[in-house]
């Protein structure tokens, strides 16, 4: 490495040269110094500090300019370092005024924050040269230059714009109804909400809103900078569409179809921009919905709509709408509305009502029809063929719902008569076919009331003894032959099934008929009465006295007792027929003040008991069955029966007498007469009712059984056991396979003797003779013979002793009188226990003599001696002692005496009567006991 060493001489040298170069600077200050007797040019001011927002145009001015000589120029300069070094400027996208006493920075953006601007004055004594002045820029805020355009409809709310929201600006958005002319803040006095904030919405849509065009500015609320956004939106607000008057509105407004009818609705809105288009339908309440094309509907999304075969219920109404909307705004929609009205079918809402009138009286039918539109009527009738054929016929009357015959003819009676019901829709309807009932004179009305004398109440007046009389069951009043009507006559007498006579008092000319009663009779008056010999639907007794069969009667609905009426039976039997209802009376527990007489009224052997009430087919299911039955209108006997065995029809009936078969002082002066009509299968349990002055003297109530008689001997006892009650006293028990005569007793004392026949036979004109026989050779002390004229009240006329061994007795009555005698005998034993026979008569004084041979028998044979003038032919039956009828024959005799034999084989145990009827005329009735 060289080291250079500069020589001294050259070291010297160069400090002269900086001493010389010193002081010739020197000189030249002084010279300067020398020189400024002419000043640079003036400035008028410094430029100022600037802050400025983006996008602003600041300005930077140095005043006027004074001072100046000679050419002046100006520039302005810029530094971009804080003021180390400086450049100039130049007019042009950035700055204007480069060149003047103003410079003006264009459209600033952040880039040029902390430039500093001066200015430079050159004259020809110099420049003058301005202090820097600091351009501070602040961001301006961001604003959205998105547009949109809004379509709305008229009315529609809830429209309008949104912004980011920045939470250091602040918003006020402005609206321009002159396409941008001008701008105005929006205003919450005007509708709008959010006007200062970054969401507006705008008021309700008014079509004075169409076109407005809306923006905002954002100020940041530190530096103060804002920005005004583009007209963001353009409001379109449209009118909805328009269905005008005339060809705008759904045609018809109202389309009336028949059930499953066609029609069609159409309808040519008008609108301010697209529309589409949707039909639908509701009930006249309900809501809409949308319909489809398919099979019921087309044209479901036109403007016009066919419907096909429209299911829709007869008589309801619907609302059928054509909705047009825009395809945008979506929403922006109208509608009209029409009615589809279905028409309901014809029919009858009042049929017409079968119609009973006189002859030669006015007579119609009355309908009531329903249905839409003008409703026609067209009546017929069958003309009497049982509607076969039929043919229209003309009312004289003008209202068509009615049909007026006029004066109708008893040739007209039982024709038939309809309507038929139409309308524009089918099919028509047809009413119910209705009878015309013509009566005949003599037909009960009831126009007025009640009363049989009362002509108003009958076709053709009040009925003499020609008239055949009906009680028809559709009056609203029934008859009442009363004492005000004094005599009824009638001619024939029907009462129809549910009519009703009551017979309250006055007097029936006609007990004899003929009488067809259905119906109810009820025979209410406070006296006796006679009751119809006929059947009768429904019997009634009430008010008063004695209410008497003329013959048996049959009821095949109700009986009903009432008040202190007794219905008296005489010989007859009342039946209550298969299906009728059980009886109306007290209860067997109970009194009672009505009850039915098996008798004819009145006391003793001949009058009670002659009688009896027959129900039929009684089984297990009807329970205890009531007989309510009474030997005289004073004494109340009832009985149930309770049928455990096979249904029968059993007759019941009481006398006041005691129980034949030989029950001395220990039983009830009461016997039950019990029949069935077909032997065999029964299983019955009697209840037997008594007062206690019905009872023996050695009667003992706690001891007391049921016993059954088969007309000479007690048969059957039940167990012992006390009667229930008190007074009147009532005794239940047995399951009786036979049914004879029955009685309560405690216990029965039955005689060992048993009569094994009686028989009583004239001997010539002047007497008679009684032969009978006994069982036992050795207990009979003596046998009182009894003769009576009456078949009542026996006196005695002979006493036979009893002799041991002897059962066969005879006794000759040499007196018996004239015309029919009774003979009984009273049997004695050697306990002082007394039996009664039966009953035997003769007819004395006449050319016919009946006997049976034997009485008594357990065979299946007995014989009919009969004794006659003439040859002839004679009637033979056989009766129960309810009048059940079990054998019947004719059988010719000759002059003189005959013997017949008389089948009995089929008769079960117990007492039945032999009828004889001579062809002379003469009758006889004898006691047969099948043993």
């Known amino acids: ?175 321009s109804a002159n396409n941008g002319s001008s701008w105005n803040n929006v205003l ?88 589409v288009y949707q039909w639908q339908i509701a009930p006249s309440s309900g809501g809409f919905v949308n319909v489809s094309d398919g099979p019921v509907y087309s044209g479901s999304q036109t403007q016009t709509l066919h419907i096909t075969g429209f299911p829709g219920a007869a008589g309801t109404s619907w609302q059928v709408q054509l909705v047009a909307s825009y395809l945008n705004p979506a929403g922006c929609a109208n509608q009209s509305k029409a009615i589809l009205s279905i028409r309901t079918l014809p029919a009858v809402a009042v049929q017409p009502k079968d119609t009973t009138v006189c002859a030669n009286s006015p007579a119609g039918f009355k309908v009531t029809g329903s249905g839409s539109a003008t409703l026609v009527y067209q009546w017929q009738t069958d003309n009497g063929t049982s509607g076969v054929s039929w043919s229209n016929v003309s009312s004289i009357g003008t209202i068509p719902t009615t049909l007026e015959l006029g004066p109708v003819t008893l040739a007209m009676n039982g024709y038939r008569y309809r309507v038929t019901v139409s309308n524009s829709c089918t099919p028509p309807a047809t009413s119910a076919e209705k009878i015309l009932t013509v009566r005949r004179s003599g037909t009960w009305l009831g126009y007025k009331d009640t009363k049989w004398e009362e002509a108003m109440n009958w076709c053709g007046g009040v009925p003499d003894n020609t008239i055949d009389v009906l009680v028809p069951n559709w009056p609203s009043n029934m008859p009442n032959i009363s004492d005000g009507t004094g005599t009824a006559y009638f001619k024939s007498l029907e009462i129809e099934n549910t009519a009703r006579l009551t017979i309250s008092g006055g007097t029936v000319n006609n007990m004899t008929g003929p009488f067809n009663l259905q119906g109810t009779v009820a025979y209410t008056a406070t006296r006796d009465q006679n009751i119809f010999p006929a059947a009768h639907g429904s019997l009634e007794v009430n008010g008063t006295g004695n209410k008497k069969l003329l013959s048996a009667v049959d009821v095949s609905h109700n009986l009903v007792l009432g008040g202190s009426a007794k219905l008296v039976t005489g010989t007859n039997i009342l039946t209550m027929k298969t299906g009728s209802n059980p009886i109306v009376a007290s209860a067997f527990t109970d009194p009672a003040t009505s009850w039915i007489v098996t008798g004819n009224g009145n006391a003793g052997a001949a009058n009670t008991g002659l009688g009896g009430l027959r129900i039929e087919q009684v089984d297990a299911a009807d329970g205890a069955v009531l007989y309510p039955i009474g030997p005289t209108p004073a004494a109340y ?81 039940s167990a012992k056991a006390p009667a229930s009650g ?206």
């Open 637 to 717: 006997n009832p009985l149930q029966l309770t049928n455990g065995g096979t249904a029968d029809n059993f007759t019941v009936a009481v006398n006041d007498q005691r129980i034949p078969g030989g029950v001395y002082d220990a039983g009830l002066n009461r016997t039950w007469l019990v029949s069935e009509a077909v032997t065999g299968g029964s299983n019955v349990m009697l209840s037997l009712k008594w007062q206690g002055n019905e009872e023996q003297t050695a009667f003992d109530r706690t001891q007391s059984q049921i016993i059954r008689s088969n007309g000479t001997t007690i048969v059957e006892t």
């Open 188 to 275: 919450a006095a005007d509708g709008y909400t959010g006007g200062t904030t970054n969401d507006l919405t705008y008021p309700t849509a008014t079509l004075a809103m169409n076109g407005n065009l809306y923006r905002y500015t954002a100020t940041n609320s530190t530096t103060g900078c804002s920005a005004t956004s583009v007209a963001m939106d353009t409001l379109r607000v449209l009118a909805p569409p328009v269905f005008a008057a005339g060809t705008g509105v759904v045609k018809p407004l109202l389309a009336t179809i028949c059930p499953g009818g066609d029609t069609t609705f159409t309808a040519s809105p008008t609108g301010s921009a697209a529309m």
């Open 1 to 175: 490495m060289k080291t250079f060493t500069h020589p001294a001489e050259r070291s010297w040298l160069r400090l002269f040269l900086k001493f010389i170069i010193c002081i010739a600077w020197l000189l030249c200050i002084a010279s300067a110094a020398m020189s400024r007797n002419v000043p640079l040019p003036h400035l008028g001011q410094n430029p100022g500090d600037q802050t400025v927002c983006a996008g602003s145009n600041p300005s930077f001015t140095i005043g006027a300019v004074t001072g100046t000589s000679g050419t002046t120029t100006i520039q302005w300069q810029v530094s971009v370092n804080g003021g180390g070094s400086y450049s100039p400027v130049a007019n042009g996208t950035n700055y204007s005024g480069a060149a003047t006493a103003t410079l003006t920075v264009l459209n600033v953006s952040t880039a040029l924050n902390g430039n500093r601007y001066r200015c430079v004055v050159t004259d020809a004594t110099g420049p003058s040269t301005s202090t820097g002045a600091l351009l501070a820029v602040n961001a301006t805020p961001a604003v959205s230059a998105a547009t949109t355009a809004t379509t709305v409809c008229v009315g529609a709310p809830g429209a309008g714009l949104q912004v980011t929201n920045d939470p250091s600006l602040t918003y006020q958005w402005q609206v």
């Open 726 to 931: 008190s007074n009147p006293y009532a005794r239940a028990d047995g399951a009786f396979a036979v049914l004879t005569q029955f009685s309560v007793a405690s216990p029965a004392v039955v005689l060992a003797t048993e009569l094994r026949s009686f028989t009583a036979q004239r001997n010539g004109n002047a007497a008679v003779g009684l032969t009978w026989k006994t069982t036992d050779v050795s207990s009979v002390k003596y046998f009182d013979v009894q003769r009576s004229t009456d078949g009542t009240h026996f006196v005695n006329i002979a006493r036979v002793n009893g002799e041991t061994g002897k059962t066969a007795y005879d006794y000759t009555d040499n007196l018996p009188g004239a015309g029919l005698v009774y003979y009984r005998l009273l049997i004695m034993d050697q306990q002082n226990e007394m039996m009664r026979s039966s009953i035997q008569s003769v007819s004395l004084n006449s050319s016919s003599v009946v006997q049976l041979r034997p009485s008594a028998t357990t065979g299946a044979i007995t014989n009919v001696y009969i004794q006659t003038s003439k040859q002839s032919i004679t009637s033979l039956s056989v009766t129960d002692i309810t009048g059940h009828i079990h054998s019947r024959q004719s059988v010719p005799v000759n002059k003189g005496e005959n013997l017949v034999s008389l089948w009995i084989g089929n008769l079960a145990k117990g007492v039945y009567y032999v009828h004889v009827t001579n062809g002379d005329g003469s009758s006889s009735v004898v006691t047969l006991l099948k043993q």
